[in-house]
Nanobody, 126 residues
Framework: QTQVVESGGGSVQSGGSLRLACAVS????????IGWFRQAPGKQREGVLF????????YYEDSVKGRFTISRDDAKNTVYLQMDALQPEDTGVYYC???????????????????WGQGTQVTVSS
């Protein structure tokens, strides 16, 4: 059974940095993409960033461009979300999700993802 587990959340002050990790286990196919999502209190879940199996990167959220980067270490089956210059509006629960498909595929909606983690809390104070 495929599992995805997030780690690395915490509390930082505005302008600080955090690096989240998404560890994947129980892979059943050769190709998978990972998306990062977040949900702020009282708001709907939104996509943040995606990286495909072939390394294609897509920003779902324009406000994180220039501040957040995504990378993957396939030897460790882990995808990282580096978050710099954090702002209070970045506060929320961050989820990673996995999609099995061909290497260049980029999901357009969260319902296309196959497996989700439990989330990790990120709190940015002003």
């Amino acid at each position: 059974q495929t599992q995805v587990v997030e780690s690395g959340g915490g509390s930082v002050q505005s302008g600080g940095s955090l690096r989240l990790a998404c560890a994947v286990s129980g892979l059943t196919r050769d190709y998978y993409g990972i998306g990062w999502f977040r949900q702020a209190p009282g708001k709907q879940r939104e996509g943040v960033l995606f990286i495909s199996s072939s390394g294609i990167i897509r920003y779902y959220e324009d406000s994180v461009k220039g501040r957040f980067t995504i990378s993957r270490d396939d030897a460790k089956n882990t995808v990282y979300l580096q978050m710099d210059a954090l702002q209070p509006e970045d506060t929320g629960v961050y989820y990673c999700a996995l999609v099995y498909y061909y290497p260049d595929y980029i999901p357009r909606a969260d319902y296309e993802y196959d497996y989700w983690g439990q989330g990790t809390q990120v709190t940015v104070s002003s």
